[in-house]
């Protein structure tokens, strides 16, 4: 199971738009993603991976969980924590 360390939230003040927060996380104390997006979506809010614009338009992401139990962890956390820094705002 995967050890995320630290999750820092960075809230987005964007009034309306689905971009609600950008998380950072660190996993076992060494290794560090960035630019983890918090979005607004239809059945709630979920996460996207940094990515990157391809030449056709598409984004590809940059980092991901490669199963869908490390996925699940990663956003249960990023989501708990920004929960939590809607509390303390």
Do not use: W
């Amino acid at each position: 199971m995967i050890n995320i360390t630290d999750i820092r939230i960075r809230q987005v003040a964007a009034e309306g738009g689905k971009l609600k927060a950008v998380a950072s996380i660190i996993i076992d104390d060494c290794f560090a993603i960035h630019d983890i997006k918090i979005v607004e979506g239809e059945g709630g809010n979920f996460i996207a991976m940094p990515s990157r614009k391809l030449p056709n338009g598409e984004f590809k992401d940059v980092v991901h969980p490669i199963n869908t139990e490390t996925r699940e962890a990663i956003r249960d956390h990023i989501l708990a924590a920004y929960e939590e820094s809607l509390k303390n705002n």
